[in-house]
């Protein structure tokens, strides 16, 4: 099955105050990709609603009665987290998104892509949080799991630690999460001796890397513990939450990785798909605040999920006065804390 993108021209509804970063512009930069993607020929599909069957994998029955009351109303869940009248119904279709990528590569594998907003990684069990309503990429996984799925991999690249995915899945072994991002930094989660808890211990893998980390730092973490990780965790399916807020250009973070580097951890991770799970890949959009950097970035996404084969990562040449040091620290914090789980 070529690429198919999952999208709706109905996400720029989802309103923010002004000068919010998670802006309705963005959806408008997700059309435009869409659209792109379109005309080269490829398939461009509109979502349904998740179902609250779905939602309820995932999230609490408070949570669930909260959103819902949003309806119709612009409110102000937390400091960071806003709705507008829309948001409710929106928020329905970002998850249910990520649910119909999952059923349609699982049920023809391949590769599928959901552009959405708002985003949903720090959306906990019990609580929206930093932008997210939802946690779309855990509705996505436990609709896997529910779908034959016997484990299911997620790889999140955004800047920030997905702290609502992790918290969803600590405790279940058939479900790994890695994560990189910036660290210390927004939620203050995500270090490395978060591992998971109890049956799920060792299967939460943090690579908090610090501030100003390059492509050639990210690269190296890929080579010595992602890749290994996900290769002896042998998933059915891997998912991404395709943050690109590590961008050198993105306002709310301090990496500097270029557009190029999206594409080439995309095609790293759907090459581990296509040795682990027979190509099946679903990648579901994050953050990412600067539209020139989003539009290359998601552009780089693309092409790198509907390439006709599966091609090297072909990471950007690393500039000879930078060394990946960040990202050698990062690998040896894993190491020790990882080395009882995974041979790395």
């Not at 002004?18 to 599909?45: I, L, N, Y």
């Not at 985003?119 to 019990?126: D, S, T």
Request: glycine residues 10%; negative net charge; hydrophobic residues 40%.
């Amino acid at each position: 099955m070529a690429l198919v993108l999952v999208s709706s021209e109905r996400f720029v509804e989802h309103q923010t105050p002004p000068g919010h970063p998670e802006s309705p512009e963005r959806a408008d930069v997700m059309d435009f990709v869409a659209e792109e993607w379109r005309t080269k020929g490829g398939e461009v599909v509109a979502p349904r609603a998740a179902t609250r069957e779905q939602l309820a994998r995932v999230h609490d029955e408070s949570h669930l009665r909260r959103i819902e009351e949003t309806a119709g109303q612009a409110m102000a869940l937390d400091p960071d987290t806003y709705t507008s009248p829309e948001s409710y119904e929106i928020a329905l279709l970002a998850a249910g998104a990520a649910v119909d990528a999952v059923e349609r590569v699982m049920a023809n594998n391949g590769t599928a892509f959901a552009l959405v907003r708002p985003p949903g990684h720090h959306a906990e069990r019990n609580r929206p949080m930093g932008f997210c309503l939802y946690n779309n990429i855990a509705v996505a996984a436990a609709h896997a799991r529910s779908f034959g799925a016997a484990r299911v991999a997620i790889v999140d690249f955004d800047v920030h630690h997905g702290n609502g995915t992790q918290h969803i899945f600590e405790h279940d072994p058939s479900v790994l999460y890695v994560s990189t991002h910036q660290s210390p930094f927004y939620p203050g989660t995500g270090g490395a001796e978060e591992v998971g808890r109890g049956e799920g211990e060792g299967f939460t893998v943090n690579l908090p890397l610090e501030a100003g980390a390059v492509d050639e730092d990210y690269q190296v973490v890929f080579a010595e513990v992602i890749d290994p990780v996900v290769r002896q965790f042998a998933p059915d399916l891997l998912l991404v939450s395709a943050g690109v807020d590590a961008h050198e250009r993105d306002p709310l973070a301090g990496m500097r990785l270029t557009s190029q580097a999206f594409g080439a951890m995309t095609r790293e991770l759907r090459g581990l798909a296509g040795e682990c799970c027979g190509g099946r890949i679903v990648a579901v959009t994050e953050g990412g605040y600067d539209l020139k950097a989003l539009t290359q970035s998601l552009s780089a996404i693309v092409d790198a999920l509907g390439a006709e084969h599966s091609a090297p990562p072909g990471w950007p040449a690393p500039l000879p006065v930078i060394r990946p040091t960040r990202g050698r620290a990062t690998v040896a914090a894993a190491r020790a804390r990882l080395g009882r789980f995974w041979a790395l």
